[in-house]
């Protein structure tokens, strides 16, 4: 079951955000296994916001711990709050 992540941070920005990017997927042309679309912007009241799809929690899961934490622990980032959902609909064209 595919599942829609809603990353968002009131602490975050744009280089805070590349600089864990860079860092959690070092190549974008191998991007994580499971990872079906991943786009990020800034949020209307400030911070930071990262919307991703997912083949499963499991795939997300295993992505969060092993290459997004590392790299927050790394730069000393603030902590952000995830939200999962069930994908029910999608349209990629």
Known sequence: M??????QGADWN?????ATFDRAIPDPQNP??????????PREQGGWQVVDV?????KFRAFLEGAVYPA??????????TTVTEVRN????
Do not use: C, T
């Open 14 to 18: 744009e280089q805070l955000y590349r």
């Open 72 to 81: 927050v622990k790394e730069l000393g980032a603030p902590p952000f709050d």
């Open 90 to 93: 999608s349209l990629i064209p």
């Open 2 to 7: 595919a599942i829609l992540v809603h990353n």
């Open 54 to 58: 997912w083949e499963s929690e499991e």
């Open 32 to 41: 994580p296994a499971g990872l079906i679309a991943h786009v990020a912007g």
